[in-house]
Every structure is written in C-alpha cells, then in structure tokens.
C-alpha cells in the first residue's frame, strides 16, 4: 500500500496485523522490520510491484526484536546482503542468542491483542535468527532517516524520523489496530519509559505516523499522537 510517495506500508493479519515499511529516497530501499513470514513473501511482493528487486535493499532495518517482527529478516538478508541495523540490546534476541524478555500474561486491553501477548509471554514462536551487523544509537542516520532510541516497548525499542517526508516510524509505541492506540498496555516492558518516549514522539511535526501494528496514518499523525496523551497519564 502506498502511504507517500516513497513510502509503502505492509502487512496482513498475521502477527496482529504487523506491519512493515519500504523506504525509496532515491538512494536505494530500506526496509523496516520483517513482517511474520520466514519467507518473507509479502515484502517481496511489494518490492516487485513497486519495480524493485532484493539487490535494492540498501539498509535492514529492526524496532525491535518482538517476534512479529522478525520473521522475514533472514531471508532478507539473504537475498539483499544488505546490512542489519538494529539497538544492541535487541540484536542477541535476534541472533536467538537469548529469548526475548517475556511481556505480563495478565489480561489487558484490547483483548484482540492476548493472544499475540500470551505467545510472547511464553516464547512459543521462533524465528529464524539472523546476525546484527551495526548496533544504532539517538541521532544515528540510516538512509533518509534518523534515529530516535524510544525505549518502554522493550529496552531497545527504536523509533525513526524522515523529516523531509513529515514521517514517524513509529514501532509498537504506536499501534492502529485494532483501535488507534499509544502502545498496547500488556506488552510493555517499562511503562515510564514509554510514556516518556511517547511525549517525545509528540513533540515531532510529524504527518504521516508509519505503526508497528495496523495501517498507518497517512496524515496528521501527530496532532493524533498529542490527542490521546491524556490515555498515557492514566497507564500504571
Ligand atoms: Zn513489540
Ligand atoms: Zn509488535
């Protein structure tokens, strides 16, 4: 689907309708998480319909590593060579030198959500693993994007800015689906840490918002953010 010139979003249902995101500067593509697929067919059906090819992909590129997230990055790397980029303290997770910390099995809403959280909770997904090649940072530039460290989902969760485009990439403190939300509760592994990277997600002048979970919002993304501030104040 295509958000902006330049900017397509994917996804399915799978994975709680994880989505990814094909970056074209005019430089080459990047590529923002992997979707659940091993082999990531959705991501190169896109490429192939936007006239690309896997040797196009200049920059591999994580949020974080929750399993829905992912899956296709080995095939990826595969096929692109491209490097992988992604917060050190996610990239042995996605390595599979260690598993994920495990998110809360309480309850929250939306309840659509438990059963991705109760997969979390207990590991049951694997996917396949795949080495980091460049541990990021705050400020870092990956093609047309900087790099904003937005931890809280996880503890190396990364959000990233295209300032030219007015675009968010915002991962999981941003969820569309099923109802627009500033992160899914149950998942968050530091609740104070998120809403301090969520009030600074709404600082940006940002008009397209590119979620981690359901479609993104292809204008006035931040005025969106800042609305629903007031929900962050009552998360415990
Ligand atoms: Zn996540
Ligand atoms: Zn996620």
Same mark, same amino acid.
């Given at each position: 689907?295509?958000?902006?010139?330049?900017?397509?979003? =994917?996804?399915?249902?799978?994975?709680?309708?994880?989505?990814?995101?094909?970056?074209?500067?005019?430089?080459?593509?990047?590529?923002?998480? !992997?979707?659940?697929?091993?082999?990531?067919?959705?991501?190169?059906?896109?490429?192939?319909?936007?006239?690309?090819?896997?040797?196009?992909?200049?920059?591999?590129?994580?949020?974080?590593?929750?399993?829905?997230?992912?899956?296709?990055?080995?095939?990826?790397?595969?096929?692109?060579?491209?490097?992988?980029?992604?917060?050190?303290?996610?990239?042995?997770?996605?390595?599979?030198?260690?598993?994920?910390?495990?998110? !809360?099995?309480?309850?929250?809403?939306?309840?659509?959500?438990?059963?991705?959280?109760?997969?979390?909770? =207990?590991?049951?997904?694997?996917?396949?693993?795949?080495? +980091?090649?460049?541990? +990021?940072?705050?400020?870092? #530039?990956?093609?047309?994007?900087?790099?904003?460290?937005?931890?809280?989902?996880?503890?190396?969760? =990364?959000?990233?800015?295209?300032?030219?485009?007015?675009? =968010?990439?915002?991962?999981?403190?941003?969820?569309?689906?099923?109802?627009?939300?500033?992160?899914?509760?149950?998942?968050?592994?530091?609740? *104070?840490?998120?809403?301090?990277?969520? #009030? #600074?997600?709404?600082?940006?002048?940002?008009?397209? +918002?590119?979620?981690?979970?359901?479609?993104?919002?292809?204008?006035?993304?931040?005025?969106?953010?800042?609305?629903?501030?007031?929900?962050?104040? *009552?998360?415990?």
């Amino acid at each position: 689907m295509d958000v902006a010139p330049g900017i397509y979003s =994917l996804g399915n249902r799978q994975g709680g309708h994880v989505h990814a995101y094909l970056l074209d500067d005019g430089q080459g593509i990047t590529v923002i998480d !992997s979707l659940m697929a091993a082999d990531a067919h959705l991501i190169l059906a896109e490429l192939a319909r936007i006239g690309r090819a896997p040797t196009d992909i200049k920059h591999l590129i994580m949020t974080h590593a929750h399993r829905s997230h992912l899956g296709g990055l080995a095939r990826l790397k595969e096929l692109s060579g491209a490097p992988i980029y992604a917060h050190e303290w996610e990239a042995d997770i996605i390595a599979a030198d260690r598993v994920a910390q495990p998110v !809360s099995s309480r309850p929250w809403r939306p309840v659509r959500t438990y059963p991705l959280q109760l997969a979390l909770n =207990l590991n049951l997904s694997k996917h396949p693993p795949v080495r +980091v090649d460049e541990y +990021v940072h705050e400020g870092d #530039r990956i093609g047309p994007l900087t790099v904003l460290f937005a931890p809280g989902h996880s503890p190396g969760h =990364l959000a990233f800015y295209w300032p030219e485009r007015r675009a =968010l990439i915002a991962g999981d403190a941003v969820c569309t689906w099923p109802v627009f939300m500033l992160g899914w509760r149950g998942f968050m592994l530091n609740v *104070r840490q998120h809403k301090a990277s969520v #009030r #600074r997600l709404a600082k940006l002048d940002s008009e397209i +918002v590119c979620s981690g979970h359901g479609d993104p919002l292809a204008a006035g993304g931040a005025s969106r953010i800042r609305a629903a501030l007031p929900e962050l104040d *009552r998360l415990a």
